[in-house]
């Protein structure tokens, strides 16, 4: 369906920008800030054929098993090896990438299964979600480019929200039952001016398409372009150009490369173009629409109205061979999408345009309280064998909370519980546990934890603290007595020493086992 009268309005005549292009953008010498090039599962760096050097992504990941890709005639190095990860319902396994704060990125994984899945008769590849930060951004299904040999990337636009970025792969149960996997990750810091009029405080972007128009030869991307975004050729016979312009991107807010000027779709004389693009069918939703244009006549200027699925998006649009672009950041499209450009009067010259990129908006997810994330690092760096799924958000997207990790999703995303027994854990307890102070249920039951119990007196909502048979040595706080929600305390079976806190053994409705396995004086009643 087209958007209504009233939304077009007020995208006309606030989400429009008319921006004219300057020359003199010097080539890109190399990507900006903190940007990463990964060749996952690698254990070497390797070197493009583009002169990027690939680097082994082993430093940012701490989960799933390297593997090599075999297949005759592979020309992409960064497409011969896999990271796969553990095939575990609800869990997600993360990238760690520090990031400039407040910056935003282009975030583009690649997915290559090679030959495993090349036939019909083979299994489907795996489907999985992809995951940044506490966004979830869309489902990875490789099946259609596996089929035909083909890899598959996924390009999104993610602001950063703190001094670290999280990819994640997250295996949904309600998918094949196969284990997620990739082949390379790109993290590109964008410039300020790139996007910039998308509010990246409530939404990310996610790539529907980008396309150079007349073109017949290759992808665009880095050199040309600064950021390496993919600028996908869309030949057709009948009205492409080409031409050899001094465009230059200095000025455009999205900095797109200047060869991007040098093929475009013009229409016959006096007749309209008409543009079926982008080639697929859109959800009903918002999304952020750029065109761009350059005169392909020396001198020149043309004039013409620009339509998108018959409504109008921009009137009288006029530029020369120094170009400019127009763009909407909140667009309702839906379904299969025509572009129309209309004379502006019969004796002008007829429309053109060069390039085009379309994104879909969605929600930049809620996180987890800070405090109580950097309250759950502290327990993490203080215990040994930890969960291989302990990275990224600690709470979020919905679902994908760390293994034994309890949210609460209120007005702060808070944890509530922790319920880590039997998960053969060693080290011990961080005195930073008592941060959480949404806690009700607390368990190390059946691990490996020495050291003293730590003061829990801040958890003034804590009601279940199982810290049975592990190997705890000291004695039994006193504050412990002191929380009032308290109903149930097991310490058995540990080294405690000491007198177990009167407050606890007189407090009426706990439920409490002390014993046996430690050395208390006196012994306390069972």
Not at 447 to 462: D, E
Not at 480 to 498: A, K, Y
Not at 500 to 516: C, D, I, Q, R, S
Request: glycine share 8%; charged share 15%.
């Amino acid at each position: 369906m087209p958007p209504a009268r009233p939304h077009l309005v007020a995208a006309a005549a606030v989400l429009l920008i008319l921006l004219p292009v300057h020359l003199g953008l010097a080539a890109a010498q190399g990507f900006r800030g903190f940007s990463y090039l990964l060749n996952c599962g690698a254990a070497s760096p390797i070197t493009d054929g583009r002169g990027l050097r690939w680097d082994p992504d082993g430093n940012y990941v701490s989960a799933g098993t390297p593997g090599t890709v075999s297949l005759p005639g592979l020309i992409d190095p960064t497409l011969a090896t896999l990271r796969s990860f553990p095939l575990r319902h609800g869990a997600k396994f993360c990238y760690e990438l520090p990031v400039d704060r407040n910056r935003r990125y282009l975030v583009r994984p690649t997915f290559f299964y090679g030959a495993l899945f090349a036939s019909y008769s083979a299994p489907p590849p795996p489907v999985f979600d992809l995951i940044v930060d506490g966004t979830f951004w869309t489902a990875v299904n490789t099946t259609d480019d596996v089929r035909a040999g083909a890899a598959s990337s996924y390009e999104g636009v993610f602001p950063a929200s703190g001094r670290n970025m999280s990819f994640c792969l997250g295996v949904n149960p309600d998918y094949t039952d196969a284990s997620p996997f990739i082949s390379a990750l790109q993290v590109i810091q964008l410039d300020d001016s790139v996007y910039n009029a998308t509010d990246f405080s409530t939404s990310a972007m996610g790539l529907i398409a980008r396309t150079k128009f007349g073109s017949t030869g290759g992808i665009e991307r880095y050199p040309n372009d600064s950021f390496d975004r993919y600028w996908q050729p869309f030949p057709d016979n009948k009205h492409a150009v080409s031409s050899t312009q001094n465009v230059t991107s200095a000025d455009f807010w999205n900095l797109p490369p200047p060869d991007v000027f040098n093929t475009a779709f013009v229409a016959e004389q006096d007749a309209p173009l008409v543009l079926q693009w982008p080639p697929v069918a859109l959800q009903n939703d918002s999304y952020y629409v750029s065109l761009y244009f350059a005169d392909t006549l020396p001198d020149n200027s043309r004039t013409f109205d620009v339509y998108i699925n018959d409504y109008l998006f921009f009137k009288d649009l006029n530029f020369t061979s120094a170009g400019l672009s127009v763009f909407a950041t909140q667009w309702i499209l839906s379904g299969l999408t025509t572009i129309i450009l209309k004379p502006a009067s019969p004796s002008a010259l007829p429309p053109l345009i060069n390039a085009g990129e379309v994104f879909g908006l969605f929600p930049v997810g809620r996180l987890t309280h800070a405090r109580d994330v950097l309250a759950l690092e502290s327990i993490k760096k203080n215990l040994q064998n930890i969960p291989e799924d302990w990275n990224g958000d600690p709470c979020m997207p919905s679902g994908y909370s760390w293994t034994g990790v309890t949210c609460d999703e209120g007005s702060k995303i808070r944890v509530i519980s922790l319920n880590f027994s039997s998960m053969g854990l060693s080290g011990f307890l961080s005195p930073d546990i008592a941060n959480l102070t949404a806690l009700t249920n607390i368990s190390f039951a059946h691990n490996r934890l020495g050291g003293s119990i730590p003061n829990l007196s801040n958890l003034r909502n804590l009601q279940r603290l199982h810290l049975q048979e592990n190997q705890l040595s000291g004695s039994v706080p006193e504050t412990l007595g002191t929380i009032n929600t308290l109903l149930e305390i097991f310490l058995q079976h540990n080294n405690l020493n000491g007198t177990v806190p009167e407050n606890l053994l007189n407090k009426t409705g706990l439920t409490y086992a002390f014993l046996p396995g430690n050395s208390f004086s006196p012994r306390p009643p069972h």
